[in-house]
């Protein structure tokens, strides 16, 4: 037990700009154990924002609420796959070979790619989001308590996409031959417990939401289409994958995560 307890407080001092104990370091064994509790980061992240809509919520709109929320999540991760995001438009955007996307990407300032990109996900994500819970509390098919449904669309959301960005690194190699990434100290090696793991965290937030209506295990569906065509395709041009293609593609699968949700409203 206090083996794992370190292995988690290493995921989320990595993940996370939580504050963690003194005796937690960046160590490469722990770091690699740590992949089986990405998706646990993921209920802290989507909780955090979910209590910072919630309280929000009492005082302004749902669409301020909605933007504080995004905010809360921003600042507990420190933008971590927010940046890997911009660094993904950069990088695919202005190269057009393998050495220059990696050169591009590995670059700390942000192009026009990237601002073009976060602003169009952030506005995504907002009107996504502010929609979802407009329809739920439209709905008649949640009969249980409204916040905490929303609760759970929140954690299930940071959980699930994180789930479909760790598990690229379980399918797919590292694409760059320095330590220059952020996902270089995960890459090394895992187990079936890293594997058993993630599922189980990324997974179980989203089973418990289908309590309330089975289809929105269907959810889960566009997610991995979106996770599977986002590997190929960096597959296609860098070999593999780097940590920003992680952080991206954690981002790309949140939103992609609300607007299934919105689908399976709407048409079941």
């Known amino acids: 037990m206090k083996k794992q307890l370190h292995i988690f407080f290493t995921a989320l001092m990595f993940y996370t700009r939580i504050p963690c104990p003194k005796n937690i370091d960046h160590n490469p064994d722990y770091l690699n154990k740590a992949s089986r509790y990405f998706p646990l980061i993921g209920w802290i992240v989507g909780g955090i924002s979910f209590t910072v809509y919630y309280l929000s919520a009492i005082l302004f709109s749902n669409e301020i609420a909605v933007i504080l929320a995004i905010i809360g999540g921003i600042l507990t991760t420190g933008a971590f796959h927010e940046d890997g995001f911009a660094d993904v438009c950069d990088g695919f955007g202005g190269g057009w070979t393998k050495e220059k996307i990696l050169l591009i990407m590995k670059d700390s300032t942000i192009g026009a790619y990237g601002s073009i990109g976060l602003v169009l ?13 407009n329809e739920l509390q439209k709905s008649e098919l949640i009969i249980y308590n409204l916040q905490f449904t929303i609760f759970l669309l929140f954690v299930s959301a940071h959980s699930v996409s994180r789930l479909s960005a760790i598990s690229i690194v379980f399918t797919h190699q590292y694409s760059r031959e320095d330590a220059s990434s952020k996902s270089k100290p995960i890459a090394q090696n ?60 954690q981002q790309v699968c949140e939103v992609i995560f609300y607007l299934s949700i919105i689908g399976i409203w709407k048409f079941i």
Request: aromatic share 22%; glycine share 6%; charged share 10%.
């Open 121 to 133: 996900l952030f506005l995504l994500k907002f009107q996504s989001l502010n929609q979802m819970i």
């Open 190 to 249: 895992f187990t079936w417990k890293e594997v058993i793991g993630a599922l189980f965290f990324g997974l179980l937030p989203l089973v418990a939401l289908s309590f309330f209506q089975w289809q929105l295990l269907l959810a889960i569906i566009p997610v991995f289409i979106a996770r599977f065509f986002l590997a190929r395709y960096f597959q296609k041009w860098i070999d593999g994958y780097t940590g920003d293609c992680l952080g991206a593609t």
